[in-house]
C-alpha cells in the first residue's frame, strides 16, 4: 500500500503488477487504493475478465465501503447497478448510470470489457476525471484491451495470481513495477494437485463421493461448451489433430452423464458463458449457498469464485489450458480449512502434456509457475 499511495501521488503516472498467490488479498490492495481516490475527487474503473468476478467485486466493494461516500458502480454487457450507501442491490437503468459517471457522482466504476467497448450499438462509457485503473487477472486480456483503459496519462495497477511470459518480459525491460505479496491467509492448507491415469477414472470418481457425503462441494471442468462436429463444413472427416479437440470432455455432455450415471445421487448444476448473465448469478449463488454439489462448468470460473466449502477441482483435458489458467482453476479450492484437491485428467500422453502438468503439480505457489511458463514457452513476443 505505501508504495502504490506514494505512485498515486507523483506526477508521472504508475505502472505497477500487484503480484499475489490466489487468496493473499490483492483485492483489498486495490480497493484501498480506489477509495484512496476517490478521497481527492478522481475517479477508478476497476477491470474485471468475467461478469461473475465483476459482479463479486462490486458486492465485496459496497460493504467494505459503505460508509465512505464514494458513489459505487457496476458496468457488464448486460446489467448496470449502482451503490450511493444504501440498497446495494440497485439496478438503475444504464443511461442514468453513465450520467452519474460523467458527472463524478460515482467515482469507483467495476466491469468487464463494457468499460471499454467501442464502436457498438450502446453509447461508450466516459468518465469525468479518471485517475486509477486497475486490471483484475491481466493475464486474460490483450495488450490492445490493456491499453484502451490506462492510456498514457493515468495511473495503471495490475494484478495477477501468475503473471504470464509476457509480463515477466516488461520486468526486465524496465516497463513495469513490481509489488508482491508473498503470504497467504494463515490456516490456508497446500492443495494436493495429482494427474489422473484414464485407467484410474473410477478411483478418482469414488473419491469425489466420498468427500461430497461428508459435506464438502467440488468443481468439474471441461474445455469445451458442446460436443464438436466430426466433420468439417463440406463433410469431410476431420484430421488427427482436429478431432482429438472435437473429441474432448464438453459441459453439456459430462452434465448429463456425470448426473444420470456417476452421481446420481447428487445435485449437479451446469455453467458456461451462454448462459443469461441472471441464470449465472443464480446458478453460483446455488452453489455459494451449498445447494448445488457438483459445478460442472467452463473456465468462466477460472478467476475470482470464491466457495470456501469446495475442496475439489477435477479438470478434463487439462492439456487444453494453459499454466495460468490450470492454477487459477485449482486457486477456487483450498480457500476454507478443509484439505484440498486437483485432479487434472487428459489422454494425451506427449512430453509437453508431461511437462505442463508436472509444473503445475510440483510448483509451490504462482512465482515459481509462472517461471516455469517462461521457461516453457518463453517471453511471448
Same mark, same amino acid.
Given at each position: 500500500?505505501?508504495?502504490?499511495?506514494?505512485?498515486?501521488?507523483?506526477?508521472?503516472?504508475?505502472?505497477?503488477?500487484?503480484?499475489?498467490?490466489?487468496?493473499?488479498?490483492?483485492?483489498?490492495?486495490?480497493?484501498?487504493?480506489?477509495?484512496?481516490?476517490?478521497?481527492?475527487?478522481?475517479?477508478?474503473?476497476?477491470?474485471?475478465?468475467?461478469?461473475?468476478?465483476?459482479?463479486?467485486?462490486?458486492?465485496?466493494?459496497?460493504?467494505?465501503?459503505?460508509?465512505?461516500?464514494?458513489?459505487?458502480?457496476?458496468?457488464?454487457?448486460?446489467?448496470?447497478?449502482?451503490?450511493?450507501?444504501?440498497?446495494?442491490?440497485?439496478?438503475?437503468?444504464?443511461?442514468?448510470?453513465?450520467?452519474?459517471?460523467?458527472?463524478?457522482?460515482?467515482?469507483?466504476?467495476?466491469?468487464?470489457?463494457?468499460?471499454?467497448?467501442?464502436?457498438? #450499438?450502446?453509447?461508450?462509457?466516459? @468518465?469525468? &476525471? +479518471?485517475?486509477?485503473?486497475?486490471? =483484475? *487477472?491481466?493475464?486474460?486480456?490483450?495488450? $490492445?484491451?490493456?491499453?484502451?483503459?490506462?492510456?498514457?496519462?493515468?495511473?495503471?495497477?495490475?494484478?495477477?495470481?501468475?503473471?504470464?511470459?509476457? #509480463?515477466?518480459?516488461?520486468?526486465? @525491460?524496465? &516497463? +513495469?513495477?513490481?509489488?508482491?505479496? =508473498? *503470504?497467504?491467509?494463515?490456516?490456508?492448507? $497446500?492443495?494436493?494437485?495429482?494427474?489422473?491415469?484414464?485407467?484410474?477414472?473410477?478411483?478418482?470418481?469414488?473419491?469425489?463421493?466420498?468427500?461430497?457425503?461428508?459435506?464438502?462441494?467440488? @468443481?468439474?471442468?471441461?474445455?469445451?461448451?458442446?460436443?464438436?462436429?466430426?466433420?468439417?463444413?463440406?463433410?469431410?472427416?476431420?484430421?488427427?489433430?482436429?478431432?482429438?479437440?472435437?473429441?474432448?470432455?464438453?459441459?453439456?455432455?459430462?452434465?448429463?452423464?456425470?448426473?444420470?450415471?456417476?452421481?446420481?445421487?447428487?445435485?449437479?448444476?451446469?455453467?458456461?458463458?451462454?448462459?443469461?448473465?441472471?441464470?449465472?448469478?443464480?446458478?453460483?449463488?446455488?452453489?455459494?449457498?451449498?445447494?448445488?454439489?457438483?459445478?460442472?462448468?467452463?473456465?468462466?470460473?477460472?478467476?475470482?469464485?470464491?466457495?470456501?466449502?469446495?475442496?475439489?477441482?477435477?479438470?478434463?483435458?487439462?492439456?487444453?489450458?494453459?499454466?495460468?489458467?490450470?492454477?487459477?482453476?485449482?486457486?477456487?479450492?483450498?480457500?476454507?480449512?478443509?484439505?484440498?484437491?486437483?485432479?487434472?485428467?487428459?489422454?494425451?500422453?506427449?512430453?509437453?502434456?508431461?511437462?505442463?502438468?508436472?509444473?503445475?503439480?510440483?510448483?509451490?505457489?504462482?512465482?515459481?509457475?509462472?517461471?516455469?511458463?517462461?521457461?516453457?514457452?518463453?517471453?511471448?513476443?
Amino acid at each position: 500500500m505505501e508504495a502504490i499511495i506514494k505512485d498515486l501521488s507523483k506526477p508521472s503516472p504508475m505502472n505497477r503488477l500487484l503480484q499475489g498467490d490466489v487468496g493473499s488479498g490483492k483485492t483489498v490492495v486495490a480497493a484501498i487504493a480506489a477509495l484512496v481516490a476517490a478521497k481527492v475527487g478522481k475517479q477508478t474503473a476497476f477491470m474485471a475478465p468475467t461478469e461473475v468476478l465483476a459482479r463479486q467485486h462490486y458486492k465485496t466493494l459496497s460493504s467494505i465501503f459503505k460508509n465512505s461516500g464514494a458513489g459505487i458502480g457496476l458496468i457488464t454487457g448486460s446489467e448496470t447497478r449502482a451503490f450511493y450507501g444504501e440498497n446495494l442491490e440497485e439496478k438503475i437503468p444504464r443511461k442514468k448510470l453513465l450520467e452519474d459517471i460523467a458527472i463524478g457522482k460515482i467515482k469507483i466504476i467495476i466491469g468487464t470489457h463494457a468499460l471499454i467497448a467501442k464502436g457498438d #450499438t450502446k453509447e461508450p462509457v466516459r @468518465f469525468s &476525471d +479518471l485517475a486509477l485503473a486497475i486490471v =483484475d *487477472e491481466q493475464h486474460r486480456f490483450g495488450v $490492445e484491451q490493456r491499453a484502451a483503459l490506462s492510456g498514457t496519462t493515468i495511473h495503471f495497477l495490475s494484478m495477477s495470481a501468475t503473471p504470464i511470459p509476457r #509480463t515477466l518480459a516488461l520486468t526486465l @525491460f524496465g &516497463d +513495469l513495477d513490481v509489488s508482491v505479496i =508473498d *503470504e497467504l491467509p494463515s490456516g490456508r492448507k $497446500e492443495i494436493v494437485t495429482k494427474v489422473v491415469a484414464p485407467t484410474n477414472r473410477s478411483k478418482a470418481y469414488d473419491f469425489i463421493k466420498e468427500h461430497l457425503r461428508q459435506g464438502r462441494q467440488a @468443481f468439474v471442468i471441461c474445455p469445451r461448451i458442446e460436443a464438436g462436429k466430426k466433420e468439417d463444413e463440406d463433410g469431410q472427416p476431420l484430421g488427427p489433430k482436429q478431432l482429438l479437440w472435437a473429441e474432448v470432455k464438453n459441459v453439456t455432455e459430462e452434465y448429463e452423464r456425470l448426473s444420470k450415471t456417476v452421481f446420481p445421487e447428487f445435485k449437479l448444476a451446469m455453467l458456461h458463458g451462454r448462459l443469461k448473465s441472471s441464470e449465472k448469478a443464480r446458478i453460483m449463488a446455488d452453489f455459494g449457498a451449498g445447494n448445488t454439489h457438483i459445478l460442472v462448468s467452463t473456465s468462466v470460473v477460472e478467476v475470482g469464485v470464491d466457495v470456501p466449502n469446495a475442496s475439489i477441482m477435477m479438470i478434463e483435458g487439462a492439456d487444453r489450458f494453459g499454466l495460468a489458467q490450470l492454477y487459477q482453476f485449482r486457486g477456487r479450492v483450498g480457500r476454507g480449512e478443509h484439505q484440498s484437491y486437483c485432479l487434472l485428467f487428459t489422454d494425451s500422453g506427449a512430453d509437453t502434456t508431461v511437462i505442463l502438468l508436472n509444473a503445475l503439480v510440483n510448483a509451490k505457489n504462482g512465482f515459481e509457475l509462472a517461471e516455469k511458463d517462461l521457461a516453457i514457452r518463453g517471453p511471448g513476443e
